[in-house]
Structure formats: structure tokens, C-alpha cells
């Protein structure tokens, strides 16, 4: 079975450009997450989407960041503009059940 | 602030020994989880614990969730190289904004074991 699939997996920009991260889930799991990793921090949701409808996006900073899941399955986060606070790794998770999450390898973004 | 403190922050020790990380928070969880993350990598789920006085055993790791539902601990008998890595715990609990539950982690143990 294939893993969660992110894209890229490095992305160097300067602060105040607009970034894209993209996001394949496992086939046939309907919850998505967006979660941000700060170096030496654990991961903290962005949000969260089931099928392609948003059930959690308290922690998302909406001035800046955005994220759609148009048609249920893949998902893009946006960031625009960047700042510097913003450099991270952008973690993609998915879940069929509730309690399991598949993580997928991150983003690893750098603002400079 | 992190709602869930582990300790301790680094552990480096020789193959063959043991040794504990602590999960603590002073807030109740719904379950709790304990990840492996490698770098480069994104974590991978260990165990979940859902009951006070939970012990769950995986091999040479054995996981406790508290009775309290507010802290929980990993031991690892007869460390090996290959269990190096950041090991996270993240709690689940339902609050403003978050209908089904959201998970809060750690800031994470980075173990490394010595051959």
C-alpha cells in the first residue's frame, strides 16, 4: 500500500514570497492534516479535513496561510506571504480510523 | 506552552542498557499516543493507550498511560542502535474548535544508542 505522498520535499524562498505544498493521502482514507513542525518542536495541526470539508482549522493562521481539499482526496497549503517564523517542516497526515495517523515525509521549508 | 512536557529532552546511551522517557501534562487526555520519527521522515505510531493503568508491550518497549489519564511512560529494555530516534507522545483531547479531537505533542526524546 502506498504511503502518504508530499511534494516538494525542500523549498528554500525569501520572506514575503508565496509557497505551495502539496499532499497525496492513502487511497480511501477521508481525514487529511496539515501539521507544522518547527525544529526541535513536535508537530502542532494546522488543520484538519474530512473528505473535502473542514472540521478543524482553529490554529491555522488565516491572514497568511490557506488550504483547500477540492475534490476529498489530494490537498494544497498555501503560505502568502512567507515569513521568516514560517521556516518548517510541513508534515501531511492521513486516517481512515480516527486514532491512526499515516504521516507523510514533510516539506522541510526554509525562509530566509 | 507545550501541553505535554517529555523528558528528558536528549538521551544517549551504549547498546544493551535501559532506560525510561516521561511524558507529563497537567491536563486529562481522551488516549494517548507515542510516535518514532527518523529524520527526514514523518512520525510513525507506535502505540495507543486509552485506559487509566493502560501497560501496552511491543517487543522490548513497554508503554503506561497514568491512572489520572495525564502522563504516560516508554521503557525500552536492552536499547539497540536501531531504536535511535526523536520518540514523540501526543494526546488526544477535545476542545474549542475541534469536534473530533485533536492531537498535541511533546517536543519529543532524541534517543541515541552507542554500539
Known amino acids: 500500500e502506498a504511503g502518504v505522498a508530499q511534494s516538494p520535499r525542500y523549498k528554500i524562498i525569501e520572506k514575503r514570497q508565496s509557497v505551495a505544498f502539496w499532499c497525496n493521502p492513502i487511497?480511501?482514507?477521508?481525514?487529511l492534516y496539515w501539521y507544522q513542525q518547527i525544529l526541535g518542536q513536535g508537530p502542532k495541526l494546522l488543520i484538519q479535513?474530512?473528505?473535502?470539508?473542514?472540521?478543524?482549522d482553529s490554529q491555522l493562521p488565516k491572514d497568511r496561510f490557506s488550504a483547500e481539499r477540492l475534490k476529498g482526496v489530494d490537498s494544497t497549503l498555501k503560505i502568502q506571504p512567507a515569513k521568516l517564523e514560517d521556516s518548517a517542516v510541513y508534515l501531511c497526515a492521513s486516517s481512515l480510523a480516527i486514532d491512526t495517523q499515516y504521516f507523510g515525509p514533510g516539506t522541510r521549508l526554509t525562509v530566509l | 506552552t507545550q501541553l505535554l512536557e517529555q523528558s528528558p529532552q536528549f538521551l544517549s546511551i551504549q547498546e544493551g542498557e535501559n532506560l525510561t522517557v516521561y511524558c507529563n501534562s497537567s491536563s486529562v487526555f481522551s488516549s494517548l499516543q507515542w510516535y518514532r520519527q527518523e529524520p527526514g521522515e514523518g512520525p510513525v505510531l507506535l502505540v495507543t493507550?486509552?485506559?487509566?493503568?493502560e501497560v501496552k508491550k511491543l517487543k522490548r518497549l513497554t508503554f503506561q498511560f497514568g491512572d489520572a489519564r495525564k502522563d504516560s511512560s516508554l521503557h525500552i529494555t536492552a536499547a539497540q542502535t536501531g531504536d535511535t530516534g526523536l520518540y514523540l507522545c501526543?494526546?488526544?483531547?477535545?476542545?474549542?474548535?475541534?469536534?473530533?479531537?485533536?492531537?498535541?505533542f511533546g517536543r519529543g526524546t532524541q534517543l541515541t544508542v552507542w554500539p
Open positions: 479535513f474530512q473528505n473535502n470539508g473542514v472540521v478543524d
Open positions: 501526543a494526546g488526544k483531547m477535545r476542545d474549542r474548535g475541534s469536534t473530533l479531537g485533536r492531537l498535541y
Open positions: 487511497s480511501g482514507h477521508a481525514t
Open positions: 493507550v486509552v485506559t487509566g493503568g
